[in-house]
């Protein structure tokens, strides 16, 4: 049984990366996924082109998530092209800049947390509000280890995530009686094209630091947000999944 038969989900950020894993792992999980990207748009008509060919229903919506209108106005699209339906939102748009704390300008700042915690408070108001007088439903919100673990050149990135973690806990706190669960997943470093010639040494340590014995895949991520969407994750909101290979566990002395 496909643990996610009759949900419709949106997923943001989700043409290429992480968003792109997430909205094929719903989409196999028996979701209907509306596929959003801000400017990527052949990109993410790949991934709805892939959900379609494996036999699943998929959008491309385009939307600035940084604009608070669009936010509600993405959600209105998704709940018309799927009469009336949305179960499951992943706000996993972000950027990652690298910009040291000293020479970090305000718009700099700006830039990475409304892209990264603005943008998630107004899709997560926009869906809840819809899925409180619906029934309820899901909403998962893509953070990072950096939440806890602040990296060089990521105070902005960092901080943002940090505030992710906490917005999830209050939205749950506030939308569980309206039968809304709101969780986080803080992925660790997770491979990518190009990776490993670009960071060798980053990459070569988070080797040697994790139990696991390898970076994280796209898929690894896709995986956590299917479970807590899913009913096997029916009591669980306001709780951060850390998948990181058991990076964290490691002692920092």
Not at 75 to 87: D, F, I, K, M, P
Not at 109 to 115: A, G, I, L, M, S
Not at 132 to 139: D, S
Not at 175 to 191: A, F, H, K, W
Request: hydrophobic share 45%.
């Amino acid at each position: 049984m496909s643990l996610l038969e009759g949900q419709t989900a949106l997923v943001t950020g989700a043409s290429g990366g992480i968003g792109r894993a997430i909205a094929l792992r719903l989409a196999e999980q028996g979701a209907a996924v509306a596929v959003h990207c801000r400017t990527a748009v052949a990109a993410a008509g790949e991934v709805a082109a892939r959900i379609r060919e494996s036999g699943g229903e998929a959008v491309v919506l385009q939307a600035d998530l940084t604009d608070e209108e669009a936010c509600h106005r993405l959600v209105g699209q998704v709940t018309h092209w799927s009469g009336g339906r949305l179960t499951a939102l992943v706000n996993n748009a972000a950027v990652q800049p690298v910009q040291p704390l000293p020479g970090m300008t305000a718009a700099e700042w700006r830039t990475v947390v409304d892209t990264d915690l603005t943008s998630v408070f107004s899709c997560t108001q926009a869906a809840a509000d819809h899925m409180r007088a619906h029934g309820g439903g899901t909403i998962t919100h893509i953070a990072s280890i950096e939440a806890a673990r602040p990296a060089p050149g990521h105070a902005h990135y960092s901080a943002a995530k940090a505030a992710v973690v906490m917005h999830a806990r209050a939205a749950a706190l506030e939308y569980g009686p309206e039968g809304i669960r709101v969780n986080t997943v803080s992925p660790g470093l997770i491979d990518r094209e190009g990776l490993a010639g670009a960071w060798p040494d980053g990459v070569r340590r988070w080797l040697a630091a994790a139990p696991t014995g390898r970076l994280g895949r796209p898929e690894d991520v896709a995986d956590a947000c299917v479970f807590l969407a899913s009913p096997l994750a029916a009591w669980i909101t306001g709780h951060d999944l850390v998948v990181d290979g058991g990076v964290s566990a490691r002692p920092t002395w």
